[in-house]
């Protein structure tokens, strides 16, 4: 599959701040497409800030569609909205947060332009997509959320203490060990409700190789995946899933990136 002109524009007027974490992968550049026309397309000089060139993109028409990690798809949402209103009225861009792992395998599946992950393509995935181009795009943190009735205080962890959370090993908000990280804060004797990723996930691949450099128990017992095998809690679809189980289940946590802890108005951790 190959971009035509008109996606290459809309990419790098998306792709032109500095960014690390979750990356897009897209098909090489060049020729047309069947799905898009692209009546005037120029290459896109300038940066986001500064605006692009008045004459780029304004007869552009396309359909584009991607898929993809739900760690990014707030501020992929937000960008591809201002293209369509400020630079080209006819270019639609389409992207499903479905996660890191389906969005790769639709993208080698050739059923969507561009796919998003925040771990990389394994050689494997290189192999099925040779033409694909890796580009770095936007900047995130994974975060404890939590939901506690009647704890205001924000709460503190450690590497190991989260490992043994996600374990099973901690199994009350009053254990000794976290306890001790938080004097003062009056804990409840409760269970604690432990929610993770049921999808294949960059977030939960980031997540556990965290915890594999923390937790010597964990590396042996689960390591690093981004479909791992969960010791203990419930699964929750994406981001947004999990966001949705920690704010309507109490005494639970969960691991999201900040802007789903920020909108969702959860409390979240310091590490």
Not at 111 to 118: E, I, K, L, N, R
Not at 224 to 248: C, D, E, F, L, Y
């Amino acid at each position: 599959m190959q971009m035509s002109r008109t996606r290459r524009a809309a990419a790098a007027v998306a792709l032109s701040a500095l960014a690390l974490g979750t990356v897009l992968a897209a098909a090489a550049c060049g020729g047309g497409d069947s799905n898009s026309t692209a009546a005037t397309a120029s290459p896109v000089q300038g940066s986001v800030t500064g605006g692009p060139p008045a004459n780029v993109g304004k007869d552009d028409n396309a359909q584009i569609t991607g898929a993809g990690a739900t760690f990014p798809q707030v501020i992929y949402q937000a960008w591809f909205d201002d293209y369509n209103r400020k630079v080209a009225k006819g270019v639609q861009v389409n992207y499903q947060g479905v996660g890191s792992g389906a969005g790769v395998n639709q993208f080698t599946a050739k059923t969507v332009d561009f796919g998003a992950s925040d771990v990389g393509m394994t050689d494997a995935h290189l192999a099925a997509a040779p033409d694909a181009q890796i580009l770095p795009s936007v900047a995130g943190s994974v975060v404890l959320s939590y939901n506690i009735p009647g704890v205001k205080a924000t709460l503190k962890f450690d590497g190991p203490a989260i490992a043994n959370i996600y374990l099973g090993n901690i199994k009350k908000w009053n254990d000794p060990a976290l306890a001790a990280l938080n004097p003062g804060v009056n804990l409840p004797a409760n269970d604690i409700q432990v929610a993770f990723r049921s999808d294949s996930s960059g977030t939960s691949g980031v997540f556990t190789d965290y915890l594999s450099k923390v937790s010597d128990e964990w590396k042996t017992k689960v390591g690093a995946s981004t479909a791992p095998k969960w010791p203990v809690g419930q699964g929750g679809q994406g981001n947004p899933g999990v966001a949705n189980i920690v704010k309507s289940t109490p005494n639970s946590i969960g691991y999201i990136e900040l802007t789903y802890a920020l909108q969702n108005k959860l409390s979240f951790a310091d590490v």
